[in-house]
């Protein structure tokens, strides 16, 4: 009895050392499985990390933009009517019909001549003058030193203003037709000059000013800008800017003074750039 006791005793032993490497086996399959599923989902594009995270870093929300601030509009400014911009200048009226000599329509309009006065007259004193003389000569407006603006012949009419020009000047400006012209007072001044297109296409303007007496004022020259753009707006054409010694070679006006103003009227219609 004794001895099947001990027999029976140690096959239980034995029973429970293979039953225990078989758990432990088990175990250890177990485990390796796990990890290699671990490394695989690692390994995916997609893989999330079920484990929490000790410190997570903060999820950045999405900038808004307003396209409005990120990509401005601009705002043109009301485009001002002829009306408008004469009513602003102030422009004295003071015709005088001895000053007129044709007609000159809007399709004949090419020019803004620019000339000084050589005096220091006021505006209004310039057309008296010209209508005392008796040589039936005039630009269609005058701009004083202080700014002010007189008118003494309507735009849609010839004013004696260029005179002659010289010999070939008509065909270089496309001025070729004087036939409106009345040429009342016009004195030949040579064969050199024999043009006088000019006056037929173009709009004289009168600066006060002396040659060699200094600069021009700001203010004449801002109410020059203002009369450019009111002559522009009122054909809805820019005409060709010039001054007078560009018909006729050798005369004195603009005057040196007046260079780089005119060069600035040229290219950007302003005394500044």
């Known amino acids: ?52 995270q000790d410190n997570p870093a903060p999820a950045e929300e999405p900038v808004e933009t307003n396209p409005a601030e990120s ?9 001002q009517s002829a009306e408008e911009l004469r009513a602003q200048l102030g422009i004295i009226e003071d015709y005088r019909p001895s000053f007129v000599h044709g007609e000159k329509g809007d399709q004949h309009q090419k020019y803004i001549m620019l000339h ?42 010839i004013a004696h203003h260029a005179g002659f020009g010289n010999a070939g000047h008509n065909d270089k400006y496309g001025v ?17 000059a024999p043009d006088y297109g000019m006056n037929s296409h173009s709009i004289g303007i009168e600066m006060v000013h002396v040659g060699g007496s200094g600069g021009y004022p700001e203010a004449q020259l801002k109410a020059l800008d203002g009369l450019i753009a009111y002559i522009d707006s009122y054909y809805g054409f820019e005409s060709t800017i010039i001054d007078h010694k560009a ?24 005394y500044a750039p």
């Open 1 to 52: 009895m004794k001895k099947e006791a001990k027999i029976k005793t140690h096959q239980r032993i034995v029973f429970q050392v293979v039953l225990g490497v078989i758990l432990c086996l088990v175990v250890v399959g177990l485990f390796s499985a796990c990890t290699s599923n671990v490394h695989e989902m690692k390994e995916q594009p997609n893989f999330v990390n079920p484990m929490p």
């Open 71 to 79: 990509e401005p509009v601009p705002q043109s400014l009301p485009k």
């Open 116 to 157: 000084d006065t050589e005096s220091e007259s006021s505006p209004l004193d310039v057309i008296n003058w010209w209508d005392g003389n008796g040589n039936l000569i005039a630009a269609h407006f005058i701009v004083g030193k202080d700014g002010s603006i007189a008118q003494c012949v309507p735009m849609d009419k």
């Open 176 to 192: 070729g037709d004087e036939s409106r012209d009345d040429k009342k007072g016009t004195k030949p001044i040579g064969g050199w």
């Open 247 to 270: 018909w006729r070679i050798g005369n004195s006006d603009t005057s040196p003074e007046f260079a780089g103003y005119l060069a600035n009227y040229q290219t950007h219609r302003t």
